[in-house]
T-cell receptor, first 113, second 114 residues
Framework: NAGVTQTPKFQVLKTGQSMTLQCAQD?????MYWYRQDPGMGLRLIYY???????DKGEVPNGYNVSRLNKREFSLRLESAAPSQTSVYFC????????????FGAGSRLTVL | AQSVTQPDIHITVSEGASLELRCNYS??????LFWYVQSPGQGLQLLLK??????LVQGIKGFEAEFKRSQSSFNLRKPSVHWSDAAEYFC????????????FGKGTTLSVSS
């Protein structure tokens, strides 16, 4: 089925470890996004890529890096995980940034001990 | 500061009763406006959107929303709530029409009582 695929779905890390969340879409969308969801905070934008080859910071970029590997893939990296990064992470994509109807992945639950 | 506000953190409605979830935004120009729903443990699903034109928009699952420019509001309504509507609801906006990302409110959790 077409859509947004995130891996892994669950991950437990120790403080200071690094990891990469992978996201791939097969809808030929131009724009891709990473959000984190925390109780009572809604979804907050971490980084986005309006088109292949570009990335921009969102509301909460500190502690994260991203790579738009190609048009399909947009990865999120935690270089040195902290407990404050315990969250559910959602990747999303859309054809055109601005006139946004986002398609979301199922989410990746990350716990940092 | 520019923001999206959902004043109600948690609402409980009896099954069959009507529902209104509030959303206000504080951006100068009329943004693109959206409502998403998230069932427990699931991703987000688009309920409806407003870009321009008729200020009353219809969505899926019997939901509708009305854009009121004078009140900077985009409230979500449903005439008769079903137990399956229990979920978290997010209002979201794209602040300008120049290619910026979707900004979400903090969400309203809907519980449905029998």
């Amino acid at each position: 089925n077409a859509g947004v695929t995130q891996t892994p779905k669950f991950q437990v890390l120790k403080t200071g470890q690094s990891m990469t969340l992978q996201c791939a879409q097969d809808m030929n969308h131009n724009s891709m996004y990473w959000y984190r969801q925390d109780p009572g905070m809604g979804l907050r934008l971490i980084y986005y890529s309006a088109s292949e080859g570009t990335t921009d910071k969102g509301e909460v970029p500190n502690g994260y890096n991203v790579s738009r590997l190609n048009k399909r893939e947009f990865s999120l990296r935690l270089e040195s995980a902290a407990p404050s990064q315990t969250s559910v992470y959602f990747c999303a994509s859309t054809q055109v940034s601005g006139a946004n109807v986002l398609t979301f992945g199922a989410g990746s639950r990350l716990t940092v001990l | 500061a520019q923001s999206v506000t959902q004043p109600d953190i948690h609402i409980t409605v009896s099954e069959g009763a009507s529902l209104e979830l509030r959303c206000n935004y504080s951006y100068g120009a009329t943004p693109y406006l959206f409502w998403y729903v998230q069932s427990p443990g699931q991703g987000l699903q688009l309920l409806l959107k407003y870009f321009s034109g008729d200020t009353l928009v219809q969505g899926i699952k019997g939901f509708e929303a009305e854009f009121k420019r004078s009140q900077s509001s985009f409230n979500l309504r449903k005439p008769s709530v079903h137990w399956s509507d229990a979920a978290e609801y997010f209002c979201a906006v794209v602040p300008t029409r120049a290619g910026t990302a979707l900004i979400f409110g903090k969400g309203t959790t809907l519980s449905v009582s029998s």
